[in-house]
Structure formats: C-alpha cells, structure tokens
C-alpha cells in the first residue's frame, strides 16, 4: 500500500478517500504530504495515472 511505503508507520488520522462527480478524492490532513516524502511522491505519480482514467483521482 502506498500509505505505508515510508520508513515509518504513516499517521491514517484523517485520511479520507471519497467519490466526486468526476472521480475520486483522497483528503489529507494538512503537512502530511510533507511528513510523508516517499508516500507523497507514490501517491502523486498515482494521482497522475489516474487522470488518463474516466475517474481520476486529486489529493487535497
């Protein structure tokens, strides 16, 4: 899983995946993505294949 790809266990305390009208969205709380380098880097690389999809996904 992404979300536990860094060296140490990734905080999950509100992290939220939900459906949009056009996708997904995946809500992070706020200086997660930067506390989470190699997560972060995973999930962005993820965010952009998603976007070749008819439901991309965005992290906010």
């Given at each position: 899983m992404i979300l536990c790809h860094a060296r140490r266990n990734a905080d999950l305390r509100g992290v939220r995946l939900r459906r949009c009208d056009r996708g997904f969205a995946l809500a992070l709380q706020?200086?997660?993505l930067r506390s989470y380098p190699q997560s972060a880097h995973?999930?962005?690389e993820e965010a952009a294949a998603w976007q070749k999809t008819a439901?991309?996904?965005a992290l906010v």
């Open positions: 706020a200086g997660w995973l999930l962005r439901s991309p996904l």
